[in-house]
C-alpha cells in the first residue's frame, strides 16, 4: 500500500503542477521444520520463515534472546510479532530502555501513535534527556492532530549550539499551519543552511515553494495560501496538517473542486477511506468529467473492496484522457483478476505492457494467466519471446520462455531455457520451481524433488519458496506411498 501511495504522490504532483491555478482563477514443512521419514537420511528441509500466523512462542529465553528474536521480525516486516518480543524484553527487565525504544519504532511502523507515544513516555522516565524521542514526542503528537502540543514541546525544545534542522522545519510547519507565516519562512530559510540531509531539504523547499507561488499571484485572497500550504502538506506526507488547513478552506469555500481532491489525497494516504471517499464525492458533484477526481474515486473504491465501482471510475478517467495511463490500466489490470474476468486482465496487462517494458517483471502476470487461467500458451509464449527480444541478458526473460514452452508441452526447449535462465543467474528461485514442475510433469520425482528443495532454499520465506515447499511435501507424499 504504501508503495502504492509513493506512486500516486507522483501523479497528484504532476496533477497540481498543471492546474497552477487552480479554482481561485498433508506432509508439509511446518514452522519448526519437517524430518525426513527415512531415519538413515541426514538432509534436512529447512523451516518456513512466518506467513501470517505466529509460531509457538518458545518459552524462558533471555532479555537479549527476545530482543534479538524481536529484531529478526522487525527486519522482514513482522511488525506485530516484533512488538510481542520486545514486551516480553520489557517484562524481564522493566528498566531497561533499548525494548521501549524498540517499541516505539514498532510502533511507528504500524502507525499506532497512541502506543508509540506511550512508549516514548516509559523512555523519558528512564532518560528525561533523550534527543530522539523528545524530537519523536513531537512528531507523534503532530500524527495525533495534537498541534497544540506539539508546538508546546518545539517551543520547549533545549536549545543547542547548532539546532537540529528538523526541530528547526518543524517549527516552521506549525508557524505555517497557525498561519504566523514570516516567522514560518524565517524558520523554514534556517532550517534549510542547517540542513545536510537531501529528504529534509528538499520539503523545505517543497513548502517554501507554496510561498512563493503564492507571491507571484496577483490579488490573491489569504484562503488560497492556507490551499497552496495544505498542497505543499500533502507533498511531505505531513497528511494531517494537510486535513487541518483544507477543512478550514473548505468551511469558507465549499465549492473549490480541487480543495476536495487534496482533502482526499490526503486521507488516503492516511488510509481513512471512507472519509476519502465522501471528499472525492464531493469533488466529482462539482466536476463529473475531471480524471483526477475519477482516478483517485476508483483507487478508494479499490481500496474499500468496491472492485466493480472501481472498474467503472478508472474507465471513466480512461476515457477522459487520464494520464499516466499505465497507472490506470495496472489498476483495471489487479481488478479484472480480482473478479475473475481473467481475459479483461491480460488485456489490460498486455496494455501496460504496450505503454511501458522497463521491467521485465510486467511480463509474469500475463503469461501466468495465459497459461493457468486462460489456457492459452500461444499467447503465453508470445509474450515470453517479447521479454527475451527485449531483456536478451535477463534470466527472467529465459524462464519466461522456459516456463511457456513447458505450457505448449515442448519440453526440450522448455529444458533448454530453464538451464539457461540459471547460468545467467543460479539463484533464479522461480526457475528451479518452474524445472521441478517440468521434471515431475516427466516423472523424474527425484530430479524433481532436489530441484523444489532448491528453489525453497532460495526463497524460503517468500511465494516461490511456499510453491515449491506444497510441491517437494504433495511429491514427497505420492513417491512414499508408491
Request: proline fraction near 4%; charged fraction near 25%; charge should be negative.
Amino acid at each position: 500500500m504504501r508503495k502504492f501511495l509513493a506512486f500516486i504522490s507522483a501523479i497528484l504532483l504532476a496533477f497540481l503542477v498543471t492546474a497552477s491555478v487552480l479554482a481561485w482563477q498433508g506432509i508439509e514443512l511446518t514452522k519448526e521444520g519437517i524430518l525426513s521419514l527415512f531415519e538413515k537420511e541426514e538432509e534436512r528441509v529447512l523451516p518456513l520463515l512466518p506467513q501470517t500466523d505466529e509460531p509457538e512462542e518458545e518459552l524462558n529465553l533471555t532479555y537479549e534472546e527476545y530482543l534479538e528474536k524481536g529484531d529478526y521480525y522487525f527486519e522482514r516486516g513482522f511488525l506485530t510479532f516484533a512488538s510481542n518480543q520486545y514486551v516480553r524484553a520489557a517484562n524481564l527487565e522493566p528498566n531497561r530502555i533499548d525494548p521501549y525504544l524498540k517499541l516505539l519504532k514498532t510502533h511507528l511502523e504500524l502507525r499506532n501513535y497512541k502506543k508509540a507515544l506511550s512508549n516514548a513516555e516509559l523512555v523519558l522516565q528512564i532518560n528525561p534527556d533523550h534527543p530522539e524521542t523528545r524530537f519523536d514526542m513531537i512528531r507523534i503528537y503532530i500524527k495525533l492532530s495534537d498541534f497544540d502540543t506539539a508546538k508546546n514541546l518545539l517551543d520547549s525544545y533545549p536549545v543547542t549550539a547548532a539546532p537540529d534542522p528538523r526541530v528547526t522545519y518543524y517549527k516552521g510547519l506549525l508557524s505555517a499551519l497557525f498561519g504566523n507565516h514570516e516567522l514560518a519562512q524565517k524558520y523554514l530559510k534556517e532550517a534549510a543552511v542547517a540542513s545536510n540531509d537531501p529528504d529534509l531539504s528538499t520539503k523545505i523547499n517543497m513548502i517554501l515553494e507554496a510561498y512563493r507561488e503564492f507571491s507571484f499571484t496577483k490579488a490573491a485572497e489569504e484562503l488560497y495560501l492556507s490551499e497552496l500550504l495544505a498542497r505543499s502538506f500533502n507533498k511531505v506526507t505531513e497528511y494531517e496538517m494537510a486535513v487541518h488547513l483544507l477543512k478550514e478552506v473548505l468551511r469558507e469555500r465549499g465549492d473549490l473542486r480541487d480543495g476536495w481532491i487534496l482533502l482526499g489525497f490526503a486521507y488516503l494516504n492516511l488510509e481513512k477511506y471512507q472519509f476519502a471517499l465522501t471528499a472525492f464525492e464531493k469533488a466529482y458533484s462539482l466536476d463529473s468529467e475531471w480524471p483526477t477526481t475519477q482516478y483517485f474515486l476508483g483507487v478508494t473504491h479499490k481500496e474499500l473492496g468496491h472492485f466493480e465501482d472501481a472498474i467503472v471510475f478508472f474507465n471513466f478517467a480512461l476515457s477522459n484522457d487520464f494520464e499516466p495511463a499505465l497507472v490506470v490500466y495496472r489498476h483495471l489490470a489487479d481488478l479484472y483478476f480480482e473478479t475473475e474476468n481473467y481475459e479483461k486482465s491480460a488485456e489490460a496487462y498486455e496494455k501496460v505492457l504496450d505503454l511501458s517494458k522497463d521491467d521485465v517483471s510486467s511480463f509474469v502476470r500475463p503469461i501466468w494467466l495465459y497459461l493457468d487461467f486462460i489456457n492459452q500458451p500461444q499467447k503465453a509464449l508470445k509474450l515470453a519471446e517479447t521479454a527475451a527480444l527485449t531483456f536478451p541478458d535477463s534470466a527472467m526473460s529465459y524462464n519466461l520462455l522456459g516456463w511457456s514452452y513447458a505450457g505448449l508441452g515442448e519440453d526440450q526447449d522448455a529444458e533448454k531455457n530453464l538451464k539457461r535462465a540459471l547460468a545467467i543467474d543460479p539463484n533464479l528461485a522461480a526457475a528451479y520451481y518452474n524445472l521441478g514442475n517440468l521434471y515431475r510433469s516427466q516423472g523424474r520425482d527425484n530430479m524433481a524433488l532436489e530441484v523444489f528443495q532448491k528453489a525453497y532454499d532460495l526463497d524460503s520465506s517468500g511465494s516461490i519458496g511456499n510453491l515449491a515447499a506444497q510441491a517437494y511435501n504433495e511429491l514427497l507424499k505420492k513417491t512414499l506411498s508408491n
